[in-house]
């Protein structure tokens, strides 16, 4: 229930793309935190700047997290974010499962974000569905609209009839660009054999960029 398998293996995929990611005393920017699911990839970061437009979502990273300084929650929108707060500089961006539901000034703000706050060898780090196909099934359900876009549900998530965009990659290797930044990965997350053949059919709609400044 709720594709174990494919959060499994999607977990394991965002651990070691952050540690290869030169992790170790770094400043993280996570973007889309929401129930804080990945605190434990960050135990080696220096700090980790949590952005979250959900409040409930927020206030349960926070529970979980304790009293961990290192943390700091940000509760707005990524285009909505105040400069000000980032006050120092970022060296790995992370934007998991959380672009398909961005505006272009959301993505627009990531461009700016990264130019005057990434570090000289900044990496920036995304896992977005880039592949969407029709799909019903007691398990998940997909449905293409115009315009790239398409509504999606999981069941036995969180994720229910939600609307989202497709994420291109020559859009996003674009914006990288403009940022100073190489792609030195993009793959499709479909190299787990233990999935079942939903999770496989699922799974096989997102991939992982990899992006780093030089």
Same mark, same amino acid.
């Given at each position: 229930?709720?594709?174990?398998?494919?959060?499994?293996?999607?977990?394991?995929?965002?651990?070691? *793309?952050?540690?290869? !990611?030169?992790?170790?005393?770094?400043?993280?920017?996570?973007?889309?935190?929401?129930?804080?699911?990945?605190?434990?990839?960050?135990?080696?970061?220096?700090?980790?700047?949590?952005?979250?437009?959900?409040?409930?979502s927020?206030?349960?990273?926070?529970?979980?997290?304790?009293?961990?300084?290192r943390?700091?929650a940000?509760?707005?929108?990524?285009?909505?974010?105040?400069?000000?707060?980032?006050?120092?500089?970022?060296?790995?961006?992370?934007?998991?499962?959380?672009?398909?539901?961005?505006?272009?000034?959301?993505m627009?703000?990531?461009?700016?974000?990264?130019?005057?706050?990434?570090?000289?060898?900044?990496?920036?780090?995304?896992?977005?569905?880039?592949?969407?196909?029709?799909?019903?099934?007691?398990?998940?359900?997909?449905?293409?609209?115009?315009?790239?876009?398409?509504?999606?549900?999981?069941?036995? *998530?969180?994720i229910?009839?939600?609307?989202?965009?497709?994420?291109? !990659?020559?859009v996003?290797?674009?914006? !990288?660009?403009?940022?100073?930044?190489?792609?030195m990965?993009?793959?499709?997350?479909?190299?787990?054999?233990?999935?079942?053949?939903?999770?496989?059919?699922?799974? !096989?709609?997102y991939s992982?960029?990899?992006?780093?400044?030089?």
């Amino acid at each position: 229930e709720g594709f174990y398998l494919m959060r499994k293996y999607h977990s394991n995929v965002k651990y070691q *793309t952050i540690m290869n !990611a030169k992790d170790l005393n770094a400043t993280i920017l996570d973007i889309g935190t929401g129930q804080g699911g990945d605190i434990t990839k960050w135990k080696r970061a220096k700090r980790v700047y949590c952005i979250e437009p959900n409040k409930h979502s927020l206030d349960e990273m926070l529970e979980r997290c304790g009293k961990d300084e290192r943390m700091i929650a940000i509760n707005s929108t990524l285009a909505s974010v105040n400069d000000d707060v980032i006050d120092t500089q970022v060296d790995i961006f992370t934007a998991f499962f959380c672009m398909n539901q961005w505006t272009p000034d959301d993505m627009c703000k990531l461009r700016d974000i990264i130019n005057t706050k990434g570090s000289k060898k900044c990496r920036l780090l995304v896992i977005a569905l880039t592949y969407p196909k029709e799909h019903k099934s007691d398990n998940f359900k997909i449905v293409l609209k115009s315009d790239m876009k398409y509504n999606i549900s999981i069941y036995g *998530t969180r994720i229910l009839d939600i609307d989202e965009k497709t994420v291109e !990659a020559s859009v996003l290797t674009k914006l !990288a660009k403009k940022c100073g930044m190489h792609l030195m990965k993009h793959e499709r997350l479909d190299t787990n054999d233990f999935m079942t053949w939903e999770e496989r059919r699922l799974s !096989a709609m997102y991939s992982l960029f990899v992006y780093e400044k030089k």
